[in-house]
């Protein structure tokens, strides 16, 4: 007896799906959770910061569990996590009670800004939508922990954190221009 293969439910111009929708949740999210940082509603910034982590692990996960990856969800994801993350790691660089680095939020930024531009580039030429990469969900997933570590004041070992996350951000930075590349020449 063999297997059959899973009925594809969804196209990938859909638009409407459950993952696209936590996506968006997500990017919404930043605004709780700095209007939480700004008052030092420590415990609202960290219940927020972990549903924001959730969505980011799930809105992915209920794609490929549904067959529902869809163009739009490969952008809003990385979109979503851009948002959530330059909104608090901005707050937390010009907070003067923290000591979050701002270079890596400039850093951050750039990486995003070209990653994006390159997408835009093969979406309009190419008509391709490249998925995020793993190094670029472990990036994400670090540079959560170290916001939640100075949102914590840990802010010693959050330093060591913002560390790792830039050197995964570089790899995935750079692992993202080479694709863009090889699309490019294909």
């Known amino acids: 007896m063999h297997e059959e293969k899973p009925i594809r439910i969804t196209d990938p111009t859909r638009v ?3 993952s696209n929708g936590l996506s ?3 990017g919404f999210l930043s605004l709780p959770i700095v209007y939480c940082l700004e008052h030092d509603y420590i415990v609202s910034v960290v219940i927020l910061i972990l549903i924001a982590v959730a969505t980011d692990f799930l809105d992915g996960y209920f794609a490929r569990k549904a067959h529902e990856v869809t163009n739009l969800g490969k952008i809003l994801d990385p979109v979503a996590d851009s948002i959530a993350v330059a909104a608090v790691v901005l ?10 680095p701002f270079w890596f939020f400039v850093l951050y930024m750039t990486r995003q800004l070209t990653i994006a531009l390159g997408g835009v580039y093969l979406m309009n030429h190419y008509a391709v939508v490249l998925s995020s ?11 959560a922990l170290a916001i939640l570590l100075y949102v914590l004041r840990i802010e010693t070992v959050g330093f060591y954190i913002v560390l790792l996350a830039t050197l995964l951000a570089l790899i995935s930075w750079v692992q993202y221009i080479l694709r863009h590349f090889s699309q490019v020449r294909e």
């Open 16 to 18: 409407i799906t459950l």
């Open 24 to 26: 968006v949740l997500r």
């Open 91 to 100: 707050f937390l660089s010009l907070d003067t009670s923290r000591s979050f």
């Open 133 to 143: 990469n793993y190094i670029g969900k472990w990036t994400v997933s670090m540079t």
